[in-house]
């Protein structure tokens, strides 16, 4: 663990009652940073991501030429290049933002201008093979790094830009950072670029793109089952004012804390509630959740609403996840993990494969950790078995340096028997830093 590593304890809970109104969706916040970054104008952006992230993709586009204002009402105002980003003087550092790594390489490949992409040791052992092949198909030259008796290519990223042209392109892997890298290429290249997704992934890009201004087509085949989207090139974006909304994955840590708790009590404000993320809910209320919307609004194609979620009387239930549902809800499918003892029947998740090249190998250190609380378990390449009806004690956990694990844990500590140390628990900074003290006024002790 780095020497700037903190630890955390957590105190078991009695109840989980409050309100809230979560910083911003992290991934709305990358594409509304790039997008801005590369249109012409000022795009004013309040309820901005406050996680390290997406503040990553920031500084790479102030390094790209954008010109960025946080002003004291808390709204970024970020002033973009007019599509023409300028050749940076060092290396763009993308931090242990893998979204902001492999959906920049999309947004810069068509500029004549060398580029490097860096990132954080993590940030290093994750694949990046699958942007360059899109991305090579359409022209660009990119080199990545690779390990002796590795296959996969790594970053640091070097991207030798220029002019690129349309492909069809056929995603392998559901990966909404892949498709968004095509999406920004193609906005960018000579032709129509068109790219098919057999499970559909977050649309957070095609929404913002159409925010944007820009031009894209959506249809669907098969019974819905496989998406289709054409984009223009040479397409230029116009700034834009938006209210970014709450994160869900954010939010998924509390919704699984009240599921905890029979007299437990949470509303959520202004969460981010699309469609291709908010099956989250669905699996709340499959395990035993009550869940209220109290209103619901529109900004840019984005759903927002207001939440208030108790917990059936019955208790929790257990469920499968797997096939779509796995790779639709994949960042929350750790602390869905952390709580599975808890329920009934036990939860068991399948077809999740991705959660190894996340920003750990969350499969194994979910594993190891709830083993350390002395839990049962069954550990699969791609999912785990949680049996239901377990208790926990408290632990020392391991957060592997990984936001999402390090929060996880700290729900499953509210329920177990002694207090639980979080080491690493600086993590979760990257998407949520204000996870910890929320999380002390949300319970009751
Ligand atoms: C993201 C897509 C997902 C997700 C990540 C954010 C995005 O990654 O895990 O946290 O904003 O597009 P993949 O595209 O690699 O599945």
New binding site residues.
Partial sequence: MSSSSSTQTIRPARNFQGSLTLPGD???S??YAMLAGLAEGTTRLSNFSTGADPHSSLACMEALGATIVHKQDKTIEITGTAGKFRQPSAPLDCGNS??TM??LAGLIAPHPHTFTLIGDHSLTLRPME?IRKPLGQMGAKIDLTTNPGDKEGHAPITIHGGPLHAIDFDTP????????AVLFAGLQANGTTSLTESIR??D??EHALRAFGATLNRTSSRGGEVTKLSIPGSQTLKAIDATIPGDI?SAAFYLCAALLFPDSNLILDSVGMNPTRASLLDVITALGGKIKVLNVEEHHGELIGTIQVNVSPNGLRGMHIGGALA?QI??ELPVLAAIAPYTHDGITIRDAK?LR??ESDRIALVAKNLRAMGAELTEHEDGLVIPGNQSLHGAQIDSGTDHRIAMAFSIAALRATGDTEIHGAEAAAI?FPEFFTHLDNLCQR
């Fill in positions: 992290k991934s709305i990358h594409r893998g979204s492999r959906m699958r892997i559901p990966s909404a950072q892949v498709k968004t992934t977050r957070h890009s994955s790779a994949i960042d991705e090249v996340k998407s």
